[in-house]
């Protein structure tokens, strides 16, 4: 707010102006600054570089497919201090980047930081050649010279997976040398999945000094992400976030929404939260609660939409930390989710495209809101609402997936989608679980 500004504000005219400036020439300075630090985004400081960044941070998995509008996205974010951009080569089949490269390249360097990762999930992608060639086509599409952050893509794939992506190749000696070099300014790794592999690599912190670890970690996933996938070897966001801390390791945070779920969460639980916040969402509740934690140096959001940044930039500027009372809320809210039987799909699409044509995140989105609408689990055939909840299952099913060439009865079982999936969930079993839903007879 300019002087000129201040003063239209009060409504007072040009002589009483020079008047009142005369006797206090300071509060109209003294009040733009007290406006901007209530309205300026909050920021945690990198360990190893002293960079300030934004603790709202730009996750671009999911874009309009429209360079104009996430010009605009881009532009806004900027403009209000969100300073961190994630992306990698395999989302939206390298058009992120892309997209992402061309919003970026129209600003000055200094005003963003760039993430990107070695996507060679894929088996054929393992070699030392295929993979570097990933590396160097990030910097053609991103139109950089450097990259700020670089991540080893979700391991968490078993050690097999570990040793043949990144060790046995020598591309992980390679990614060293570039830091050293330069053209990465910060190495880490994004986890899913089996937590050896997160051990393995931690635990080596002495010979890897690894900058940041990407994790997922919402008041739900805290104490509860260990049942999600039904593995003994996964782990609660609790300790991934502990270990991360004690290695000296900073934390970035993926899934803080967890897929949006919080946004269809069952109406009882939102209650409880309109309760004491009456007017504030879902999204700023859990955005709230992991921004909380202080060895977190940004929390990635996907931001398709507009209102949906804005929002999430009025959230974090600045960043209301939760109390220790609604803490010990969303932990309650987080153990009677647990309670319901939904399957833990964050709609990533990293299991498409199915080769039968299954629309899997679609099946398990709309699973997930029957179960938290309470038409499921279905009550005994001898309920006398049963056969209405029935029909009410199947309409609302017909409704979200018109084409019954994408229904769950589709899928052969060919497992081509569990090593794709980053929740670790058995697709093909709850795709078998929604067919019996449907078989069901009253």
């Known amino acids: 707010m300019n002087r000129r500004e201040f003063l239209r504000r009060l409504g007072i ?23 901007q630090a209530q309205n300026r985004m909050t920021y945690r400081v990198q360990h190893g570089s002293g960079e300030e960044i934004s603790l709202l941070g730009f996750g671009m998995m999911r874009l309009p497919n429209n360079q104009d509008e996430v010009n605009q996205l881009v532009d806004y974010a900027i403009e209000h201090g969100v300073n961190y951009y994630d992306t990698a080569p395999m989302y939206m089949g390298g058009q ?37 060639r990933m590396y160097e086509q990030s910097f053609e599409r991103l139109r950089v010279d450097y990259l700020d952050y670089y991540l080893l893509h979700s391991i968490g794939g078993g050690m097999e997976s570990l040793k043949g992506r990144f060790l046995d190749n020598g591309i992980l000696d390679f990614l060293l040398k570039e830091r050293e070099a330069g053209r990465i300014k910060h190495l880490g790794f994004s986890y899913h999945g089996d937590v050896r592999d997160f051990d393995w690599l931690l635990d ?22 260990s049942m999600r996938g039904g593995r003994r070897s996964d782990a609660d966001a609790e300790y991934l976030y502990s270990k991360c801390e004690k290695a000296g390791v900073q934390c970035v945070i993926m899934e803080p929404l967890r897929g949006g779920a919080f946004g269809r969460m069952a109406q009882e639980l939102t209650d409880q939260l309109r309760a004491v916040h009456p007017d504030d969402s879902t999204a700023r509740w859990a955005f709230r609660w992991v921004g909380s934690y202080s060895n977190i140096l940004t929390v990635l959001s996907g ?5 949906h940044l804005e929002e999430n930039v009025k959230t974090f500027s600045p960043l209301d930390p939760c109390t220790e009372q ?28 199915c080769p039968y044509g299954v629309n899997i995140p679609a099946n398990f989105a709309y699973y997930n809101e029957a179960v938290n609408s309470h038409v499921l689990p279905l009550p005994d055939a001898s309920d006398e609402h049963y ?8 309409d609302g099913y017909k409704k979200a997936l018109p084409d019954e060439n994408t229904w769950a009865k589709k899928c052969q079982d060919c497992e081509e989608c569990l090593s794709k999936c980053p929740q670790q969930i058995r697709i093909p079993n709850q795709m078998a ?7 069901t007879r009253g």
Not at 303 to 307: A, G
Not at 331 to 336: L, N, R
Not at 433 to 439: G, Q, Y
């Open 204 to 225: 080596r912190q002495d010979e890897y000094h690894w900058d940041f670890c990407q994790i997922q970690m919402n008041f739900l996933d805290w104490r509860h992400a």
């Open 326 to 353: 609604e803490n010990k809320l969303l932990a309650s809210i987080a153990d009677q989710m647990s309670g319901f039987p939904t399957i833990p799909c964050t709609t990533c699409e990293y299991c498409m495209p």
């Open 13 to 35: 005219g040009a002589g009483s102006a020079v008047a009142l400036m005369a006797l206090d020439p300071l509060k109209a300075l003294a009040d733009d600054k007290k406006e």
């Open 433 to 439: 679980r929604i067919v019996e839903t449907l078989r």
């Open 303 to 307: 931001m398709n939409r507009m209102d």
């Open 96 to 132: 992120s980047e892309v997209l992402m490269g061309n919003a970026l390249s129209r600003h000055p360097r200094e005003k963003y930081f760039v993430a990107t990762k070695m996507s060679n999930q894929n088996r054929r992608l393992w070699s030392f050649d295929d993979s570097k």
């Open 387 to 394: 056969n209405e909840r029935k029909q009410l299952f199947l």
